[in-house]
């Protein structure tokens, strides 16, 4: 038991620490973009595909109010534009604009730089395996979260 305790600590400090890092490295790399880490965030999560404002905030796993006060200042700079849902009348779709898509084409090529200098100090395999293991490390979070996160209790 203590063990679990000990990794799952070792687990979130880490993630925590990431966190600050990719943020920090995020807003290095949006900044020659005229963008925020934040406004990359939510602009990115809607390059593939219009979502409402709570659906971004799901995948991001942030609050639907930070990510509406962020897709309020992308719409006031022409970066993105509202449309209608037709799945909900009241929950606009938050979709880029090509002022938008062509900030984020301009992060591209520190994205690359950073990316392929990541994979050579990790190595390929490595880095994919991160990926993945942090790809389940969530999926495991979202399940213990599922009916529980109602009751206030993780699946104890």
């Known amino acids: 038991m203590r063990r679990a305790q000990e990794l799952l600590s070792r687990t979130a400090l880490g993630v925590f620490q990431l966190n600050g890092q ?3 490295v995020s807003e290095e790399l949006a900044r020659p973009a005229g963008l925020t880490a934040a406004r990359w965030q939510v602009l990115g999560a809607v390059l593939s595909e219009p979502l409402p404002v709570a ?7 942030i609050t639907r109010q930070s990510v509406q006060r962020v897709a309020d200042l992308l719409v006031a700079k022409g970066l993105a534009e509202y449309a209608p849902n037709p799945a909900h ?3 606009k779709l938050l979709r880029p604009t090509e002022e938008g898509r062509a900030a984020i084409a301009r992060i591209d090529p520190g994205h690359a730089h950073l990316a392929t200098r990541l994979t050579a100090l990790l190595g390929e395999p490595a880095f994919a395996e991160t990926a993945a293991a942090l790809e389940r490390l969530s999926a495991a979070l979202a399940t213990l979260r599922g009916p529980e996160a109602e009751s206030g209790t993780l699946g104890g």
């Open 89 to 91: 009348r009241r929950a």
């Open 22 to 24: 990719f943020l920090a």
């Open 55 to 61: 659906g971004i905030a799901r995948r991001m796993g």
